[in-house]
Nanobody
């Protein structure tokens, strides 16, 4: 079992920055990858960024590449998403996700989500 809690969301003006954090607890030794997803009203949930357990491999959606940076601190059991040059279209609920594998069984875990609103 893995528990995930997001924090850091809020209201920011266009061009501003926010840093989201995700704290993990439970059987975190089984996590092989983590990522951030977002969902805006009327749209499907989409992958924003992901990172491997070692932090050596990352992926980004084309819409955020060059503006967002994902990182992971295994010692502190946290994952972060630094968001710069924010745009109104970045407004969404952002969710922390963790993928685990144990005895050949793959499972996904999700946080409760944190609201990000980019508006003037």
């Amino acid at each position: 079992q893995v528990q995930l809690v997001e924090s850091g969301g809020g209201l920011v003006q266009p061009g501003g920055s926010l840093r989201l954090s995700c704290a993990a607890s439970g059987s975190i030794f089984s996590i092989y990858a983590m990522g951030w997803y977002r969902q805006a009203p009327g749209k499907q949930r989409e992958l924003v960024a992901s990172i491997s357990t070692t932090g050596g491999s990352t992926t980004y959606a084309d819409s955020v590449k060059g503006r967002f940076t994902i990182s992971r601190d295994n010692a502190k059991k946290t994952m972060s998403l630094q968001m710069n040059s924010l745009r109104p279209e970045d407004s969404a609920i952002y969710y922390c996700n963790a993928g685990t594998v144990r005895l050949g069984v793959i499972r996904d875990y999700w946080g409760q989500g944190t609201q990000v609103t980019v508006s003037s």
